[in-house]
T-cell receptor, first 114, second 116 residues
Framework: GAGVSQSPSNKVTEKGKDVELRCDPI?????LYWYRQSLGQGLEFLIY????????KSGLPSDRFSAERTGGSVSTLTIQRTQQEDSAVYLC????????????FGPGTRLTVT | AQKVTQAQTEISVVEKEDVTLDCVYE???????LFWYKQPPSGELVFLIR??????QNEISGRYSWNFQKSTSSFNFTITASQVVDSAVYFC?????????????FGDGTTLTVKP
């Protein structure tokens, strides 16, 4: 498809387990973002990748959170030792490049930690 | 630090009414972008509009219009003759221009419900 895709769409996990969330950006887009959206809240920036530059990790809430982007395309957000407060919708967005500002969002992954 | 405030948490209107969604922002930057996104019940955010801080001309697109007032740091969004399909959460966002990230700060959103 032409848009940003994310998988899984829903994930239920037990407290303490690790989870991996995947994002496939729009082909050719060099910039990729991860956001977290808690119930009834706005989007909280987590991490940003731009080309081969070092990622901006300033939004990651703790060292349990990490992300990587392989080959400048697919990205994986990993949450280790999940906590109940990690329950949220995790959104991925991509944009064409450093000088573009329109972000295209994926449908999100709804994470529930029980 | 940047901040975007959408004071209206929820708005409910009847179809065909006009509705305005408020957005007030704070930034130390003199140049920046402002955005509105729509998040329908399906969950996927959809880009609606981007505005440069140095262009205060208001914009109209069909039933949508945007009023940018730099003097009051506001970027309000009006839907004319609302329809049920307009029901969604609407987010206002602010993005720096002179950074490498173009990182956006989002408001908490306004949930609009349009009743038939």
């Amino acid at each position: 498809g032409a848009g940003v895709s994310q998988s899984p769409s829903n994930k239920v996990t037990e407290k303490g387990k690790d989870v991996e969330l995947r994002c496939d950006p729009i082909s050719g887009h060099t910039a990729l973002y991860w956001y977290r959206q808690s119930l009834g809240q706005g989007l909280e920036f987590l991490i940003y990748f731009q080309g081969n530059s070092a990622p901006d990790k300033s939004g990651l809430p703790s060292d349990r959170f990490s992300a990587e982007r392989t080959g400048g395309s697919v990205s994986t957000l990993t949450i280790q030792r999940t906590q109940q407060e990690d329950s949220a919708v995790y959104l991925c967005a991509s944009k064409a490049g450093r000088r573009s500002y329109e972000q295209y969002f994926g449908p999100g992954t709804r994470l529930t930690v029980t | 630090a940047q901040k975007v405030t959408q004071a209206q948490t929820e708005i409910s209107v009847v179809e065909k009414e006009d509705v305005t969604l408020d957005c007030v922002y704070e930034t130390r930057d003199t140049t920046y972008y402002l955005f509105w996104y729509k998040q329908p019940p399906s969950g996927e955010l959809v880009f609606l509009i981007r505005r440069n801080s140095f262009d205060e001309q208001n914009e109209i697109s069909g039933r949508y219009s945007w009023n940018f007032q730099k003097s009051t740091s506001s970027f309000n969004f009006t839907i004319t003759a609302s329809q049920v399909v307009d029901s969604a959460v609407y987010f206002c966002a602010l993005s720096e221009i002179n950074t490498n990230a173009g990182k956006s700060t989002f408001g908490d959103g306004t949930t609009l419900t349009v009743k038939p």
